[in-house]
C-alpha cells in the first residue's frame, strides 16, 4: 500500500491529480507504423477546455492539440522519416513549428516564410527525418503570441539510438497562464503593444503539463530522467528539484557533460529546455515538491510522489549518465563569415525611427499604429531582405547586440549554434544559475541574453532554406523582433 499515506491526507483534487499523473505515465507512442521506415501520428487543433485551476473552480476554454493541453507526446526515432497530418479545427489558421528540429525547411511550420497557414478545416501534412535525438517540442508558429498562450504546444522527443539507462522518462511543460476570476483567458491582454515593449504578456497562474498541481509519480530507487521544457510566451523560469541530486545532462536537445546541479535552479528561458537526471533515494511516501524559483518566494507547482519499489533496484553506483552525441558539424569560427545583428527598442529605450515594411517610421507610429516596439538591425518584423546569405556549408558567426532594456530568448530555425563569446564578461551562461560550468559550450537553439549582452554564435549553415532567428518571447517577435537569413544550396 504505497499511497496510504499520501491518499489518508489527500483532498479529493489531490487523488484526481493522482490519477491524472498516471495518465501522464501512460502517455503512448501515438504513433502507428504506416511504412517499415515510416511513422505517422495524426494531430487534430480544436478548441477544447483544460482545468488549468484547482478543482472546484472553472475550468479554461483552451485550443489544444488533440484539444490536450499540453498536446499528446510525439515521439520520434532518429534517422526515420515521421509524417504528421495535421488538421486545423480552430477558427484561424496556423502552422505547427517543430522546435529544435533541423528538418527540410518546407517543413519548419513558419507562416508565411516556409508555407502558407493551414487555414480552418484544412490538412497539411508535415513529412521530415529529425537528425538528433532529445527533448524538443512543438507549437504553433501563427500568431503565436495568441495561439501557444491559448495551449498549442506539446512535447516532442526524438529517441536516442542507444537507449539512455534510466527507469523512468518524464516530461514537465511548464507554462505560465492569464486568468481571469471566471476561469477564462485574459484575452483583451492580447496584443497589448505595451507588454509588447515591455517583458511579454506574463501570465498569473502556472502549469506543469497544463495543471495547477502535477504530480509525478517515482520509485524509490529508481533513476530518471526528467525532460524541462517551457512553454511560456514570455517568462524566464527556475526550476528545482527538492530531495533529488540531478545531473544536467542535455539542454535544447543537445547531450552536454552530464554536471551535477547541486543547490542550483535550472533556469530556462522560453523554448529552452534542459534534460535532468536523478537517483530516487528518499522513501516511499515522500513527496519532492518542483519549485519554479524565479520570483521573490519559491512557487511549488508540483510533486514528485515517491512510491515503493517492488522490484529489484538496479544498481548503478556513481555511474554518471551518457547521452551519445548528435555528431553536429563544427563551425569554423577563424574562417567564419561575420554578422552583426543589433537589437534596440523597448521600453525605457524607445525606438525614436526604424523602417516598417520598407518604410521609415518614427516609434510613437509604429507603436500606435503598428503594435511595434524593437527592431533588428533597424528592421521592424521579418525584413523583405535576410540577414545574411549563406551558401550551404559556410561557418557563420554572428553577433548579436543587446542594445535594450530587456531579456531576450534568441531562437535560431534549423540549427543549433555554439555560443563563442559573451560580453559583458558574465563568461558562458549555461542556463544554470551558479559557478560550476561545463567545460565546452553546449549546442543550443535558443540563448538567453541580459540587457546590454553581446553574444557571438557560431555553427554551421548546412540546411538550406530560409530560417528564422528571433526572439522567442512571443510579445518581442511580435513586437518587431525577427528577422531571417537564407542558406543556398
Ligand atoms: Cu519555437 Cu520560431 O520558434
Ligand atoms: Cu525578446
Redesign the pocket.
Known amino acids: 500500500m504505497p499511497y496510504t499515506k499520501s491518499i489518508m491526507r489527500a483532498n479529493r483534487r489531490q487523488i484526481l491529480q493522482a490519477s491524472l499523473a498516471l495518465t501522464v505515465f501512460a502517455w503512448l507512442p501515438k504513433s502507428v507504423a504506416k511504412a517499415a521506415d515510416e511513422t505517422a501520428h495524426r494531430l487534430d487543433i480544436r478548441p477544447a477546455t483544460a482545468e488549468l485551476l484547482d478543482s472546484g473552480k472553472p475550468k479554461t476554454p483552451v485550443w489544444g492539440y488533440d484539444g490536450q493541453v499540453p498536446g499528446p507526446i510525439l515521439r520520434m526515432k532518429r534517422g526515420r522519416r515521421t509524417l504528421i497530418a495535421v488538421t486545423n479545427h480552430l477558427p484561424q489558421p496556423t502552422t505547427v ?1 517543430w ?2 528540429l533541423r528538418i527540410d525547411n518546407a517543413m ?1 511550420g ?1 507562416s508565411g516564410l516556409t508555407q502558407s497557414p493551414i487555414e480552418p478545416g484544412e490538412t497539411f501534412e508535415y513529412s521530415f527525418v529529425p537528425p538528433d535525438a532529445g527533448t524538443h ?1 512543438y ?1 504553433s ?1 501563427q500568431r ?1 503570441w495568441e495561439q501557444v498562450a491559448r495551449g498549442l504546444y506539446g512535447p516532442l522527443i526524438v529517441d536516442e539510438d542507444e537507449p539512455v539507462d534510466v527507469d523512468r522518462d518524464l516530461v514537465i511543460m511548464a507554462d505560465d497562464w492569464r486568468l481571469q476570476e471566471d476561469g477564462r483567458l485574459h484575452e483583451a491582454s492580447f496584443g497589448n503593444v505595451g507588454e509588447r515593449a515591455h517583458g511579454g504578456r506574463l501570465g498569473n497562474v502556472l502549469t506543469l503539463n497544463g495543471k495547477a498541481y502535477e504530480y509525478l509519480q517515482v520509485l524509490s530507487g529508481e533513476r530518471v530522467r526528467l525532460r524541462l521544457v517551457n512553454c511560456a510566451n514570455a517568462r524566464i523560469m527556475q526550476f528545482r528539484l527538492a530531495g533529488v541530486a540531478p545531473w544536467l545532462v542535455a539542454l535544447d536537445g543537445q547531450p552536454v557533460a552530464a554536471m551535477r546541479l547541486g543547490d542550483r535552479a535550472v533556469r530556462l528561458a ?2 529552452q529546455r534542459a534534460d535532468l537526471v536523478f537517483d530516487v533515494t528518499a522513501k516511499a511516501g515522500a513527496e519532492l515538491a518542483i519549485s519554479e524559483v524565479s520570483g521573490q518566494k519559491p512557487l511549488v507547482a508540483g510533486y514528485l510522489q515517491v512510491a515503493e519499489n517492488e522490484d529489484t533496484v538496479k544498481q548503478r553506483g556513481d555511474a554518471l549518465p551518457v547521452l551519445s552525441e548528435n555528431g553536429l558539424p563544427m563551425p569554423d569560427v577563424k574562417n567564419a563569415r561575420f554578422f552583426e545583428l543589433n537589437m534596440t527598442g523597448g521600453a525605457m529605450r524607445f525606438l525614436k525611427s526604424a523602417v516598417y515594411k520598407g518604410k521609415s517610421l518614427d516609434g510613437r507610429t509604429l507603436a500606435q499604429d503598428h503594435g511595434k516596439a524593437w527592431a533588428m538591425n533597424g528592421i521592424v518584423g521579418t525584413a523583405l531582405e535576410p540577414l545574411f546569405s549563406a551558401l550551404q556549408g559556410e561557418s557563420v558567426v554572428v553577433r548579436m547586440k543587446n542594445d535594450t532594456a530587456w531579456p531576450h530568448a534568441m ?1 535560431v ?1 534549423g540549427h543549433h549554434f555554439l555560443e563563442i563569446a559573451r560580453k559583458p564578461a558574465k563568461s558562458f551562461d549555461y542556463s544554470v544559475s551558479g559557478s560550476a560550468l561545463p567545460e565546452t559550450a553546449p549546442w543550443r ?2 540563448v538567453l541574453m541580459q540587457p546590454d549582452e553581446v553574444v557571438d554564435i557560431g555553427f554551421v549553415a548546412d540546411n538550406p532554406g530560409s530560417w ?1 532567428l ?1 526572439c ?1 518571447m512571443m510579445e518581442h ?1 511580435a513586437g518587431g523582433m ?1 528577422t531571417w537569413f537564407e542558406v543556398h544550396a
Request: hydrophobic share 30%; net charge negative; proline share 5%.
Open positions: 513549428h522546435h529544435g519548419d513558419v517540442w507549437h508558429h503565436g522560453p523554448a531562437h530555425h537553439d535558443t528564422l528571433h522567442h517577435m525577427v
